[in-house]
């Protein structure tokens, strides 16, 4: 039984895992994924999404108990943010929205200026916002005023798979924001995502590591057992990590040697 | 700053010899790199190169499928219009052609566009020749207002235009621009390019600039592959492509490979490209520009496309003709060069699906 549960967004989520759609070699894996990972939430590109498609529609893939978290992706300006993020709503996705507005085609980084100016804009029509952004305090702060109800910092750019590069940026989000902190991107191997919530983030997000692999099943189990752990690791309270070995012989064992010859 | 005075600094180097004289050494170092220089990029496409293939090929799908997926990107292009006042010697659809001309009328367009858009496909890309007072920029606008109404995603792949034209067209729902510089070898450009407008050398170069400029949300380039050493041209194409991914990062910038497919009667190119040699081109580029697009038509054998979609290609034409209104139209016109590949959209899907490749028909809408 599972008593930690996340709440988000007005809604109490049982896995603190979110998980996409895009890269899969098909659509029919998706929901073998959300069974194998347990996860409640998952985000999916609207620009992909062919409501009138005669062939196959990623939606219909989605089980019904999912969460959806539709993505503002292929948005250059927090204009053609805010546009898709109506389409999500009126299309039936919903009213949570994850703003990604990348100007940058080069290295995919977000830009935050635009991200928190659409994040202003449709807090204020009610959606739930969700917003991508790189780990900056500032632009977090940014954001927490313009009233988005999770931060999303990015681990490394997406989709190359080399860990929280951003360990320190990541950190310092966790200590000074006051929203869950959920890791997006660059998240490549299970222990990467362990380790993100061993630090405190508040869940993790986890897709090209999940549906590139030869089995995303099986990956999608891998990571739900890592975050799990990793959750359960920040609960425990770790014990404290040292730079060395305790010293067998201390330097300073001599204080209390004649402390007790005094005696 | 435009990237012809980029290319003007390459004016006094023999790329050909730059690249001949690259080692095996070269090629290994420039291959254990994470980023890598446009030196890396001459080596991966040195002859050195060739038996490093096997490590290249591995290293390009790893890359290709962490940023794109497993997924292919298909689109079809419609052609619109086939007059034309260039004289192109490799060009089916040049001035002095003896072909049947037409231009279609827009409820042909509209018909064309139901056609295409039954096959599922959402991304078009629509062509012309280089006839302004013909196919003009305000026939093209009318084409995208029928258009849009079938698809969520408009290229075009037309005449080089202003930048002011290019945002005309934007206004009118296109998103996309294909330009090919057909050769970045400038004696041998004027040579296969006696008159017409598109004999202007800089002018033609600078229009993926223009277009980025303008505001295209995808600019593709090319060669014609097989004009000159695909050596060189490649080169200076991912020279150009680099160029432009660096001073327009809003851009989605990709690379068309289209080779010269000789058959009895057309223009025989100068260089043979090998199939060998596409591969290495595929890979070199993946390696160099991780998140650029990589197109391959069906110009290329059904054989060979099947076997690159792993490599890195990220973007397919299917169900393709090159006559006006070749998918409507029951008098189809010339076509501009002979498809080879000759799969419907439903049959590549499947045979994409069959190999675990999801096949792309949406991948953008106008918002």
């Not at chain 2, 050398?201 to 050493?229: C, K």
């Not at chain 2, 580029?285 to 650029?292: N, Q």
Request: with cysteine; glycine share 6%; proline share 4%.
């Amino acid at each position: 039984m599972n008593d930690d549960i996340f709440e988000i967004g007005g809604k109490k989520l049982s896995s603190r895992l979110f998980i996409g759609t895009g890269k899969y070699a098909s659509d029919s894996m998706i929901p073998k994924v959300c069974k194998s990972t347990g996860a409640c939430v998952i985000t999916v590109a609207l620009r992909r999404v062919d409501f009138n498609a005669i062939t196959d529609n990623v939606m219909q893939h989605i089980p019904s108990h999912m969460q959806l978290m539709p993505n503002t992706s292929g948005a250059r300006t927090s204009d053609e943010a805010i546009r898709i993020a109506r389409l999500a709503r009126a299309t039936g996705c919903g009213n949570w929205i994850k703003i990604e507005v990348i100007t940058d085609n080069k290295y995919l980084l977000p830009d935050g200026y635009q991200t928190a100016k659409a994040t202003e804009v449709l807090t204020k029509e009610g959606f739930a916002v969700f917003p991508y952004i790189n780990p900056d305090l500032y632009v977090a702060r940014d954001l927490v005023n313009a009233g988005a109800v999770a931060i999303m910092p990015l681990g490394a750019p997406i989709g190359t798979n080399r860990g929280i590069r951003t360990e320190e940026m990541i950190n310092i989000l966790i200590d000074d924001i006051d929203l869950p902190i959920i890791v997006d991107a660059g998240i490549g191997k299970p222990s990467h995502a362990c380790q993100a919530m061993e630090a405190g983030a508040d869940a993790c997000l986890v897709n090209t590591a999940i549906a590139t692999s030869d089995n995303p099943v099986l990956m999608g189990k891998a990571f739900a057992d890592a975050v799990h752990a990793g959750r359960n690791a920040f609960l425990a309270k770790m014990g404290v990590t040292r730079q060395m070995a305790s010293a067998s012989s201390p330097l300073t064992g001599f204080i209390h040697n004649i402390d007790e010859g005094q005696e | 700053m435009s990237f012809y005075s980029v290319l003007e600094q390459y004016q006094d180097l023999d790329m050909e010899k730059v690249i001949g004289a690259i080692n095996q050494h070269s090629v290994l170092r420039s291959l254990n790199k994470n980023t890598l220089a446009i030196e890396d990029f001459a080596a991966l496409i040195s002859q050195a190169a060739v038996s490093c293939l096997e490590q290249i090929a591995q290293k390009s799908h790893d890359i290709t499928r962490r940023y794109f997926g497993n997924t292919i990107h298909l689109f079809t292009p419609m052609y619109l219009s086939n007059y034309c006042n260039n004289r192109c010697l490799y060009c089916g659809f040049n001035h002095d052609a003896q072909i049947e001309r037409y231009q279609m009328t827009l409820d042909e367009v509209e018909n064309e566009a139901k056609v295409i858009a039954s096959t599922g496909l959402k991304h078009i890309l629509i062509l012309t020749g280089d006839a302004p007072k013909k196919a003009s920029i305000s026939y093209i606008q009318s084409c995208c207002d029928v258009l849009k109404q079938y698809f969520s995603s408009i290229s075009i792949e037309i005449y080089a235009l202003d930048k002011k034209e290019y945002e005309i067209l934007i206004e009118s729902g296109v998103d996309g621009l294909t330009i090919y510089q057909e050769t970045y070898n400038k004696d041998l450009y004027d040579r296969l390019h006696p008159t017409g407008p598109k004999k202007n050398y800089q002018f033609r170069l600078n229009a993926p600039q223009r277009g980025a400029e303008a505001g295209m949300r995808n600019v593709t380039i090319g060669t014609l592959l097989g004009l000159d050493s695909w050596r060189k041209d490649i080169f200076f194409t991912v020279l150009h492509a680099s160029w432009l991914e660096k001073n327009y990062p809003e851009t989605e910038i990709s690379i068309a490979l289209p080779r010269i497919r000789p058959y009895y009667g057309c223009y025989q190119p100068e260089y043979q490209v090998s199939d060998q040699d596409m591969v290495q081109m595929i890979i070199a580029i993946r390696l160099f520009l991780p998140r650029c697009g990589i197109t391959i038509s069906t110009r290329e054998r059904e054989s060979f496309r099947n076997n690159t979609i792993k490599l890195g290609v990220t973007k397919m034409s299917a169900g393709s003709t090159t006559a006006v209104g070749g998918h409507s139209l029951s008098n189809v016109h010339h076509n501009q060069f002979e498809i080879s590949d000759k799969r419907s959209v439903e049959q590549m899907a499947t045979y994409l699906e069959q190999n675990n490749i999801q096949p792309l028909f949406k991948d953008w809408e106008r918002f």
